[in-house]
């Protein structure tokens, strides 16, 4: 499960090579997945500053021993990291100014994405929309290695700095469960805006119509009520957020049905948070009929596998699901970028060491592990937003990655009993696996001469049955 011991020769290479300066979040792998390398694209990133107005005000709420007439409300501030296809040959600051979990270091990260670039003339063929959710806390850079890889391929990827929750800000849980959702919606209206705004540098750029969204942990969690997966009635009136407002995402309530995006088309999700304390049931997750991609670790403490998100994947029974499974991974498999050097120390108000944030106990290569959610999410989201059928190849794999057959012809092309991944190097799928579950389908109703011969035999039935016991 890529454990690595560099050599001497080994360490010289990493010297040498500009892949390795100091916090960078794109790196590849030498034996990295097909789709996980860059795109023929340049990427620029720009930062964007929302206001969504008049929202409820949780935090004040909290404090107030009995629910008022009228909740207070608060215009509330989203920033947004947006990362987008450039002009071709474009030039600049390639790094990144970004906070780490200690919520107080500042850090540089190193990419491709040029900030502020002009972006790539538009056309008739606008870019899909991905929006990026993050963990509690969090911030917009915490899966950037992510956002500028899926940008160079042809989406832009809006990355929101949810308010309450991110490393500077953490505050209130209750805020981050009711809020998740609302941000994620608002900010594909507000890219379509931006879209539709003649004056804007974006216009016609952005296909808003047809999003993707892509939450980490809390992020997932809300990605999953964005869905259309509706939280149960004890969970909206347990408490978990002040005053019942956490209500508005219950199964079947009015808000949670206007809250679904039919714009959003898929929903990619890395560890989704609240399973394992039932925050869905059958009929929640019902409400899902958008295709969905689960990935995380089988080890994961934090949001759980088997009780967590396993059985939400197993619980959405009407839309196409895949989940990638890391073995023995942790609840940081796959969504963080590498950790920042300056993350390597003890932090006592902490109480463990900054890095262990980012870094997974087993899944110790992580520029490889995150490749490997590069290329599937690559995969997943050209199906899905953009139908490219051929990149689904991709995804149609054997369960477990170990019991794949690597075969070769003499002149080196794959033999007919050839059966490992499609787009991994020989041995490099061990540790994975790959499972997919249909929708269930509905019953087929029979027709009404069709229940009258059925209840005919059923009373015949009965009547045998009843003859039988008088005998005996």
Excluded at 108 to 137: I, K, N, W
Excluded at 207 to 235: F, K, Q, R, W
Excluded at 447 to 456: D, K
Aim: hydrophobic residues 40%.
């Amino acid at each position: 499960m890529r454990i690595l011991i560099p050599t001497a020769a080994t360490l010289a290479l990493i010297v040498s090579t500009p892949l390795t300066a100091q916090n960078r979040i794109d790196g590849q792998s030498p034996d990295a997945p097909a789709l996980s390398g860059y795109g023929n694209l340049a990427v620029g990133v720009r930062q964007i500053d929302l206001i969504n107005p008049d929202q409820v005000d949780i935090l004040t709420l909290g404090g107030l021993a009995e629910k008022p007439d009228i909740l207070p409300t608060y215009d509330r501030p989203l920033t947004v990291e947006m990362w987008y296809p450039a002009a071709p040959g474009s030039t600049g600051d390639t790094s990144l100014q970004a906070y780490i979990r200690d919520g107080t270091t500042k850090v540089t990260l190193e990419g491709r994405a040029v900030r502020d670039a002009v972006p790539v003339a538009t056309s008739d063929d606008p870019f899909p929309l991905v929006v990026m959710s993050h963990g509690y806390p969090g911030n917009r850079f915490l899966m950037s290695h992510l956002a500028e890889n899926i940008a160079s391929k042809g989406y832009v990827v809006a990355s929101i700095d949810h308010t309450d929750s991110t490393y500077r800000d953490q505050a209130a849980f209750g805020s981050t469960l009711v809020n998740r959702s609302l941000d994620q919606v608002f900010v594909v209206e507000q890219m379509a805006q931006l879209n539709a705004d003649s004056g804007s540098d974006f216009a016609g750029l952005i296909d808003a119509d047809n999003t993707g969204l892509l939450g980490y942990s809390m992020g997932g969690y809300g990605a999953v009520i964005t869905s259309g997966g509706g939280v149960t009635e004890g969970i909206a009136n347990a408490g978990f957020a002040p005053h019942g407002t956490l209500g508005i995402h219950q199964a079947g309530s009015p808000e949670h049905k206007a809250l679904v995006d039919p714009r959003i088309k898929t929903t990619v999700a890395i560890a989704p948070w609240g399973q394992q304390f039932g925050v869905w049931d059958e009929e929640g997750l019902a409400g899902i009929d958008i295709p969905m991609l689960l990935i995380g670790g089988s080890n994961d403490t934090v949001s759980q596998y088997e009780t967590g998100f396993r059985k939400i994947w197993e619980g959405i029974a009407n839309a196409e699901r895949a989940l990638l499974t890391f073995e023995q991974g942790s609840h940081n498999t796959a969504a963080p970028i590498p950790a920042p050097e300056e993350s390597f120390y003890f932090n006592a108000g902490l109480d463990f060491n900054v890095s262990e944030h980012y870094t997974d106990p087993v899944w110790t290569d992580h520029v490889f592990m995150n490749n490997v959610a590069q290329h599937f999410i690559t995969a997943w989201l050209d199906t899905e937003l953009k139908g490219d059928l051929e990149q689904s190849a991709f995804l149609n794999l054997l369960p477990i990655g170990s019991e794949g057959i690597w075969s070769l012809e003499s002149d080196g092309t794959f033999a007919l009993d050839h059966s490992y991944w499609a787009g991994f190097q020989k041995g490099t799928a061990a540790g994975l696996r790959y499972e997919v579950l249909s929708p269930t389908p509905a019953p087929v109703p029979l027709p009404a001469s069709a229940w009258m011969l059925a209840m005919a035999f059923c009373g015949l039935g009965i009547m045998r049955h009843r003859a039988r016991r008088k005998i005996t």
